[in-house]
């Protein structure tokens, strides 16, 4: 049955659907179990795959059909009274959400729905779960700040089995109270009923410690010393031989101690492993032991000391491992890769955890590339010669020079071509050789999830902020990344920079080649000063052609000239930032003045915004013969224009105009 959030395209059984949150690729159903042991990796509720479900062969994407089929509203929702009337919209979760699920408190990146007028949220699986089960109206308890809700049978709840109780840690087998706004905060009945007003806390022997009744903390008013409910009372005994061989045990103390597991230092709380003579946070008691992590190849797994090695830096954070305290480290052979724990574990979109170890060769094997390629001819050396690309309806074939000595870029990336390359003999289409072999699918360092190659003809970069044509890859989180960012690994070495530079997430230093600050999304910096570079800038093209020299201008890194001027535009130029330059003729200018606005976009380009007289589609170029008058301003058109697609129509814009810049 057809509904508001997906189109049929057979009127007795639906077969295939386009949905909302995948409108790339039709979804096709599969109604037999021939899924099993795939994850639906969170497209949907992010539970086991089980048929009837609908899929993308394209981009690995599974939904179950009930969740394909979810409605896109709920009118209201027994959590949450407070704005019951203003209705609950099915919404895909982004990568950065930070509120968790109201019932069962998770954060994931699955479909959800969210209260309009605030931050309420609850997981389409949760929301089917309570919607068919009773749950006791919202009442106001004196011992917490916000209404609380009663559940006399947790257990008949899927959710509420892996939780326990915040107060005694043990498993939801009775009435439970749980408090929709505080992600923490689920405890049984009989322990609320029961719980202290004061207690004597060996964290702090000095006084006794009171219940603040509106945050549901212990605290000493004196001191100025809060513990929450769920560590004032922490369960003694820690056993879980999927994370340790060995029990845990509690140990209370009130000095510092630097856990085993991380490396950090620890206060108050800690767990100790007799056996293995080991001191732990009481996190680290649970930290996975196996976990596939975006920047790396290979599954990491976590290890208590790294014996028979040398000084180790992270390769995330670029600081000194300690060989002595845990960390996670690569088991192949050869393979060098150590980071600290808590730089793993730092961002839960960039790792996976791996239950067991033989998921590890499952995984490689899926990351092999994916070949977008048909080789038609291969050479005595076994080189592919003549291929068919998915991306072209000619056949392409491979050679090592141009034949003219003319400017010709590659229509997966839009760099020059300067070295080995695929063309085709019935139309003026290149590939870089590089470009060619990139894989379909490919998991990039920059999220865990899988990115599908796509090509177009004018589309946004997410990483370097620039209109492009060509490949492009696409993310689960609807981010485009072109080529030449995804071609980028998270350490590089820089003609620009004495020192390798590494990816940080939250690096917000200014970028050393163009002076501006990127705000969100990080920044490559140098881990021995501070120095930083953003993807626009590490992606610029190592040389291009001006007509304001006969030579090509080189992108230079560095200018001893206390001022400086650019040739094009006669403005002045920073001379400490990157420049394009000829040694030769004493020329320099700035990268946009050498390149222009639309550096990556090719003449021609599709754009999905219509022309304002006819509704057809509008092309990009960057002039045009005649410098016709612009339809908005009425002025000469001697820079980047629009024009109508349709040859019978005369519209021709200015594109800062059409876009109103």
């Not at 599974?62 to 209705?87: I, R, T």
């Not at 003026?428 to 990039?444: D, G, S, V, Y």
């Not at 590490?538 to 030579?551: Q, R």
Request: glycine share 4%; hydrophobic share 30%.
């Amino acid at each position: 049955m057809k509904n508001q959030n997906e189109s049929a395209s057979h009127h007795k059984s639906v077969q295939q659907i386009t949905h909302r949150f995948h409108q790339q690729h039709p979804l096709v159903l599969e109604a037999e179990q021939s899924n099993e042991g795939l994850k639906a990796d969170y497209d949907g509720c992010g539970e086991l795959l089980s048929a009837p479900c609908f899929t993308c062969i394209h981009c690995n994407y599974h939904l179950h059909k009930q969740c394909a089929e979810a409605p896109p509203s709920l009118p209201n929702h027994p959590l949450h009274p407070k704005h019951s009337d203003k209705g609950f919209f099915l919404q895909q979760r982004p990568h950065n959400w930070v509120y968790g699920c109201a019932l069962c408190k998770e954060k994931r990146n699955i479909f959800f729905y969210r209260c309009n007028w605030c931050y309420f949220s609850i997981d389409i699986k949760c929301a089917q779960l309570s919607s068919s089960f009773k749950l006791s109206q919202l009442s106001k308890h004196d011992i917490h700040q916000h209404p609380l809700t009663f559940i006399e049978s947790p257990m008949a709840i899927d959710v509420f089995k892996r939780l326990n109780c915040s107060w005694c840690h043990e498993p939801l087998t009775d009435a439970i109270y749980l408090c929709p706004d505080c992600p923490s905060f689920i405890i049984h009945k009989k322990c609320l009923d029961k719980l202290p007003t004061k207690i004597d806390h060996l964290t702090h022997r000095l006084h006794r410690l009171i219940l603040n009744r509106s945050d549901s903390d212990y605290f000493c008013s004196l001191y100025h010393f809060n513990i929450n409910v769920e560590c004032a009372w922490p369960r003694s005994t820690v056993e879980d031989r999927s994370h340790h061989q060995h029990p845990f045990t509690l140990l209370r103390r009130q000095h510092s101690f630097i856990c085993d597991a991380c490396g950090t230092e620890g206060n108050y709380i800690s767990y100790i492993c007799s056996t293995c003579s080991l001191i732990v946070h009481k996190d680290c008691t649970s930290l996975p032991r196996i976990v596939k992590f975006s920047r790396h190849d290979h599954c990491i797994f976590h290890k208590y000391f790294l014996k028979d090695l040398t000084r180790q830096d992270c390769k995330i954070c670029f600081k000194e491992v300690r060989l002595e305290c845990g960390s996670y480290s690569c088991r192949k052979p050869g393979c060098n890769y150590v980071v600290h724990v808590n730089c793993v574990l730092e961002d839960k979109s960039l790792y996976k955890v791996i239950d067991e170890e033989k998921q590890c060769e499952e995984l490689e094997e899926k990351s092999m590339q994916s070949s977008i390629i048909r080789v038609i001819e291969l050479n005595e050396a076994g080189e592919a010669t003549k291929i068919q690309h998915f991306s072209h309806q000619h056949c392409l074939v491979l050679a090592d020079k141009m034949e003219e000595e003319i400017d010709r870029k590659c229509d997966g990336c839009m760099l020059p071509i300067s070295n080995i390359f695929y063309y085709c003999s019935e139309c003026p289409f290149f590939l870089h050789k590089t470009c060619a072999e990139m894989p379909r699918i490919k998991q990039h360092w920059f999220r865990q999830s899988n990115a599908t190659l796509n090509f177009d003809s004018f589309i946004w970069c997410a990483f370097c902020n620039q209109y492009f044509s060509g490949f492009f890859y696409r993310t689960k989180e609807f981010w485009n990344m072109c080529l030449r960012c995804a071609k980028v690994a998270d350490i590089i070495e820089c003609e620009g920079h004495l020192h390798f530079l590494f990816f940080d997430f939250k690096c917000k230093e200014k970028c050393n080649g163009c002076g501006k600050t990127n705000w969100y999304g990080g920044s490559f910096r140098c881990g021995k000063c501070r120095f930083a570079l953003d993807f626009g800038c590490l992606t610029l093209p190592h040389s291009a052609l001006h007509k304001i020299d006969e030579h090509k201008l080189k992108l230079t890194y560095h200018d001893d000239k206390e001022q400086s001027y650019c040739d094009i535009c006669e403005e002045y130029r920073d001379p400490s930032l990157w420049y394009y330059s000829c040694s030769i003729c004493d020329t320099s200018a700035h990268p946009k003045c050498v390149l222009g606005q639309f550096p990556f976009l090719k003449d021609g380009s599709i754009l999905l915004e219509c022309c304002r007289k006819c509704y057809c589609a509008l092309k990009f170029f960057r002039k045009f013969e005649g410098y016709p008058e612009c339809f908005n301003c009425r002025k000469l058109c001697q820079e980047e224009i629009l024009k109508c697609g349709k040859s019978t129509c005369s519209y021709i814009v200015h594109y800062k105009c059409y876009r109103g810049y």
